[in-house]
């Protein structure tokens, strides 16, 4: 049976830096698309399916944008991994990349023209904008779409991703992943890289203010890394040499 790898790659969550070793191990079999947003109940996965099916030749897939239930493919063992991290440092990690960033986005533009107070406060007001309220609640809600609110289908969906990996815990994570597909791939290789990292800057008394600002719209984030922090990770048994 084919085995592929499907990368969720949350913005500002070491995503590039996993991809960085998957191309390394890959090369040419490591591919990376997008995707439009679907008002289906089934979001966009009939396109990841497609995706999957029509390059046979890839290993590695990753995007930042898939939406709707986990992907099947028929002869397909798909071993799906996404990264959470402390949604206030994730906040603050995608101001300081937008401040920088070469690009004519909004919030690339907001944050060129604000602090980090004004970027979180303008985009907090902004109800359909989720870059800092509970952003990763959300995107994992989408793939269990239906009742229930976004943190009980964000925990659903957790359940349902082979590794979840913590950005506080990034080699934990990879081991867990080298793990899983060992079977398939026993020569893959990796050594702990820092790709598009923005580091933190120290704290201030507007920022503990900020922070606390921040903690009120995050909660189901602060949640979901609460219980994954409490929680053991569990080591998929290594395959025999």
């Keep these: 049976m084919r085995t592929v790898i499907l990368h969720h790659h949350l913005f500002k969550n ?43 030749e890839a290993v590695a897939f990753s995007s930042h944008t898939m939406m709707g239930p986990p992907p099947q493919v028929e002869g397909v063992r798909i071993v799906s991994m996404v990264l959470l991290r402390d949604p206030i440092d994730r906040i603050k990690s995608a101001y300081r990349f937008e401040r920088t960033q070469v690009a004519e986005t909004f919030g690339a533009v907001l944050a060129k023209h604000t602090d980090l107070e004004g970027y979180v406060k303008v985009r907090l007001s902004l109800k359909q904008d989720r870059q800092c309220r509970n952003f990763q609640t959300y995107r994992l809600a989408a793939l269990v779409p239906g009742k ?94």
Aim: charged share 20%; aromatic share 6%; no cysteine.
């Design 14 to 56: 070491a995503g590039t830096s996993l991809d960085q070793i998957l191309k390394g191990n890959f090369g040419p079999a490591w591919v990376t698309r997008e995707f439009s947003a679907s008002p289906s109940r089934h979001g966009n996965t009939p396109e990841v399916e497609s995706w999957i099916r029509d390059n046979p």
């Design 148 to 241: 229930g609110s976004e943190l009980e289908r964000a925990k659903q969906a957790l359940e349902r991703i082979t590794i979840v990996g913590l950005v506080a815990d990034f080699s934990g994570a990879v081991a867990r992943l080298t793990a899983e597909i060992s079977d398939t791939f026993p020569n893959f290789r990796w050594e702990e890289v820092h790709s598009n990292r923005s580091d933190a800057t120290s704290a201030t008394q507007e920022q503990s203010n900020l922070n606390e600002l921040l903690k009120q719209y995050n909660a189901d984030d602060l949640a979901l890394l609460s219980d994954l922090s409490s929680a053991a990770p569990i080591v998929p048994p290594m395959a025999a040499p």
